[in-house]
């Protein structure tokens, strides 16, 4: 397994997951009860769906990764899919990145335990489950893995909107701050969820 820093093509990978997950979010059909599986503020979202083609790029780009599971999806027969009230085509939409995204981290966790821990959050526990997993269970997995798909990090009361400050942003040391937080939070397993009050301070944005 490698444990050298990440390659270029790592972070390739990860901005193009991050594109796809801030597309989730912005997606037409995309409503409260969408933004509410994924564990975001809707105020937070609708800042996500205010973002120009430039910050959305700046977003996508941040060296760790923007969406996780709340649990591994389950491998058995049983779905885990987002409530039955979210628009069918924000659904699919939903499926199609989750689908995608657990079978990233299962190639990811058995190639790349540095970039494991350190962009994507993977604990020891869950590489180790993720590891002894094979590709047809795999498969199954992620027919069903939408219900907990979630924004990483997002009841953090920080790092959301930070995110977004520093996507408007043109100041190079506060977009630089931003980047070596996520890593900082990565590396700390440190996510605590934002207290109600503070959550509602984020729907300004």
């Not at 193009?16 to 059909?29: D, G, S, T, V, Y």
């Not at 924000?90 to 350190?118: G, H, K, P």
Request: glycine share 6%; proline share 7%; with cysteine.
């Amino acid at each position: 397994m490698r444990r050298d820093p990440p390659d270029t093509q790592f972070f390739i990978d990860l901005h193009e997951l991050n594109r796809e997950f801030l597309a989730l979010i912005r997606h037409p059909q995309a409503a409260e009860d969408s933004w509410q599986q994924l564990g975001l503020d809707a105020g937070i979202a609708h800042a996500v769906r205010r973002l120009k083609p430039q910050e959305l790029e700046f977003a996508a780009g941040v060296p760790g990764l923007l969406a996780e599971f709340a649990t591994l999806p389950s491998l058995s027969a049983v779905a885990d899919d987002p409530a039955p009230t979210a628009m069918p085509a924000w659904l699919d939409a939903a499926r199609v990145f989750a689908a995608a995204l657990l079978t990233y981290l299962w190639q990811l966790s058995r190639r790349d335990e540095l970039a494991s821990a350190l962009c994507v959050g993977l604990d020891d526990a869950r590489r180790r489950e993720l590891q002894g997993i094979h590709f047809r269970e795999i498969q199954r997995g992620a027919a069903t893995a939408a219900g907990q798909l979630r924004a990483r990090y997002g009841r953090h009361p920080r790092l959301w909107p930070q995110l977004l400050q520093a996507a408007r942003s043109r100041e190079p040391q506060l977009r630089e701050f931003c980047r070596l937080d996520l890593i900082a939070l990565g590396l700390s397993g440190a996510a605590p969820p934002a207290e109600p009050h503070q959550r509602e301070r984020r729907t300004g944005f």
